[in-house]
């Protein structure tokens, strides 16, 4: 289900909820966009080139995906400005804690999805086609000034994949830019390096899904793989894009201590220290039914080998009112960002530095 | 069994009676549905024009069906989009109490997942509300991904997301696909149009690699129809100077995983196959 909790429908844009086995409000042309990123093969069959995939695909077919599709021999996106969910959320729901805290983003998602997770939250939008969910048409230039008017900081791309609406989303950054709106990115992380390098030109912070640290898991729990993803984080990061990491903790499928450590190592070496990297508590959803949420020992215990590798901004995720929700100065160890949930009842910053004793905190910051 | 021009009807009857084993081509029809059951011909429309159901042999079976009692308004000719079944010429019906002709696009899916192995799907309503019994008309060709498609692969037009089922050589996904139960309880039937096959280029439609088989292969065992299918389009392939799809990477192994003890949906094993050329 799309997020539930705290959310605000925009007065802006009004959307039907997210039914199942629906139609598009609208007619289908107006969503219709030649894709980005694929190659014409012989016999009109395309290669996207969009996701680590590569899905080679015959005329009138789509990707895994579900949301591009061959027609003629031309690769058509069919969810530009298709949008599925759209609600306003804290910045600190995506979760990004160390960019401008306390700010509303704009939160869409078009249906479709290029993995298919057998924990996701949002599977009736990210595992459906486009047309098989209600959605309402919502240009970029709509996008941003509802953004605006809303008095939200940020776009955020997310709830389903982004990466594959990703033509709409660099639309809308670009007309988001030009009114003052940033964007954020909610991502799997699962992209082809070109795609992903021209993406870092035109949004201001990524989050990245890292969903295990073993390609068994990727395969079996995902159906993708782990090795593009670690590239793209450390492409993001060499292009100086904001990322902050969540790892979602699944109960016996991705919860040992070796793959926490791995991880953090990981992260330590290729991403460095200053990456934030959010543990957070799995609830049993879509194919997963069958395990408990995660154990709030389970969530610590991550947190204690990350920090012991030696990373800055290590929290916890789903578990409100843990002291794990704040940012602590790595320097001085008080609290510099107080948080309650997706509440901010203190930041304790003074243009980017701990106010107590001035180490600078990583992040992306206001004043 | 071959066809040839307007022979079709007669082959369908000669076929179909010696599935059922029945002297009589009405009685052999009469067993595939009862007095008052809707049946669905889940057709198979993606290639448009060429590569699809043929809608002669369409009408030739519902014409079959009225004659053994059932009335046109309880048949449902079906596939995934309106535009799929119009672009291989079928005409879009969906009321006025006359036989009905729709995608699920316009039916719509079901909204709870049901799963088998690795399979997880929203079923067609045209499936699982409207049709008590389906005959699943596939056509014979290669496929790109997954080797060839026919019987069981045609099921994939009664899921919401097919789409997520293609990787790994559809292995074991077509097989699990196949068995959600609404599929598994329905599906009586399978008559693969193999008036023009195809033995490349699949599923679109390359004319350059069809072929005139002139032929119906019919069997309510659709693990049996689906090896007997791929053997035909392995012959036709060797013959054409393409190697075996083997060789390419694409072998059909989902029909081996149809066929397992995990499955069971018919057989693969050319000795426990009574094929009977008509």
């Not at chain 1, 929290?315 to 609290?335: F, I, M, Q, S």
């Not at chain 1, 180490?359 to 910051?365: C, D, L, P, S």
């Not at chain 2, 959600?180 to 193999?194: E, G, Y």
Request: net charge positive.
């Amino acid at each position: 289900m799309p997020p539930t909790d705290r959310r605000v429908f925009l007065r802006t844009v009004a959307l039907a909820a997210c039914a199942r086995g629906g139609f598009a409000a609208e007619s289908d042309a107006q969503f219709v966009r030649e894709a980005s990123f694929y190659e014409k093969l012989a016999y009109k069959k395309i290669k996207c080139k969009l996701c680590p995939r590569e899905c080679v695909i015959d005329e009138r077919e789509r990707g895994y995906c579900g949301v591009r599709e061959n027609r003629g021999g031309t690769y058509y996106t069919l969810v530009h400005s298709r949008v599925c969910a759209a609600h306003i959320d804290p910045i600190e729901k995506k979760p990004l804690f160390h960019f401008h805290p306390g700010t509303l983003a704009l939160s869409v998602a078009t249906a479709g999805c290029n993995v298919n997770c057998k924990m996701c939250q949002n599977w009736d939008i990210s595992q459906v086609r486009p047309e098989q969910v209600r959605a309402t048409y919502l240009p970029p230039a709509t996008l941003a000034s509802a953004a605006r008017a809303n008095q939200c900081d940020s776009i955020a791309y997310t709830y389903s994949e982004p990466v594959i609406f990703y033509e709409y989303m660099a639309d809308s950054a670009r007309a988001g830019r030009a009114a003052g709106i940033q964007s954020v990115v909610v991502t799997g992380g699962y992209i082809q390096q070109e795609p992903l390098k021209q993406l870092c030109g035109l949004v201001d912070a990524i989050k990245v899904d890292l969903k295990a640290f073993s390609q068994k898991f990727y395969k079996e729990v995902v159906n993708g793989e782990l090795k593009p993803v670690l590239e793209a984080l450390v492409a993001m990061r060499k292009l100086g894009m904001w990322t902050e990491i969540v790892y979602l903790v699944v109960p016996t499928l991705n919860d040992g201590d070796a793959e926490f450590k791995g991880l953090a190592r990981w992260v330590r070496s290729e991403l460095g220290v200053d990456v934030p990297v959010h543990f957070t508590r799995f609830h049993p959803e879509y194919l997963l039914k069958n395990l408990p949420p995660t154990p709030l020992q389970t969530l610590e215990r991550a947190k204690a080998v990350a920090d012991a590798e030696g990373l800055h901004y290590v929290y916890l995720g789903n578990v409100p009112g843990h002291p794990a929700e704040n940012t602590y100065c790595p320097k001085c160890h008080r609290v510099v960002v107080k948080r309650e949930g997706f509440s901010i009842d203190g930041v304790f910053l003074k243009k980017g530095k701990c106010q107590y004793c001035q180490q600078e905190i990583a992040g992306v910051w206001k004043g | 069994m071959r066809t040839s021009g307007s022979a079709l009807l007669k082959a369908l009857d000669r076929t179909v009676q010696g599935v059922y084993d029945r002297d009589n081509a009405l009685e052999a029809w009469k067993r595939v549905a009862r007095p008052g059951e809707v049946v669905g011909l889940k057709v198979n429309c993606l290639a448009g024009r060429g590569a699809s159901t043929s809608v002669p042999l369409v009408e030739a079976i519902c014409e079959r069906l009225q004659q053994a009692g059932v009335p046109a308004r309880n048949i449902v000719i079906w596939d995934r989009l309106n535009d799929d079944l119009e672009s291989a010429g079928f005409r879009i019906q969906t009321s006025g109490g006359r036989l009905r002709c729709l995608g699920n696009d316009v039916a719509g899916y079901e909204g709870d997942l049901v799963e088998h192995g690795s399979a997880a799907s929203l079923l067609s309503k045209t499936l699982t509300q409207t049709c008590d019994a389906v005959i699943n008309l596939p056509v014979l060709k290669d496929h790109g991904i997954v080797g060839v498609t026919m019987a069981l692969k045609n099921l994939f037009g009664a899921i919401h997301n097919p789409n997520k089922y293609h990787s790994d050589v559809g292995d074991p996904y077509v097989a699990d696909v196949y068995m959600l139960p609404p599929i598994r309880q329905k599906v009586r039937l399978a008559i693969c149009d193999a008036i023009t096959a195809q033995y490349e280029g699949g599923p679109s439609y390359m004319p350059q690699w069809d072929w005139s088989y002139n032929g119906l292969i019919v069997s309510r065992d659709p693990v049996a129809l689906d090896y007997t299918g791929w053997q035909i389009i392995e012959r036709k392939r060797a013959e054409k100077g393409h190697k075996p799809l083997k060789e390419t990477g694409r072998q059909p192994k989902y029909i081996a995983t149809a066929a397992d003890p995990a499955h069971r949906i018919g057989t693969n094993d050319p000795a426990r196959i009574d094929r009977v050329e008509l």
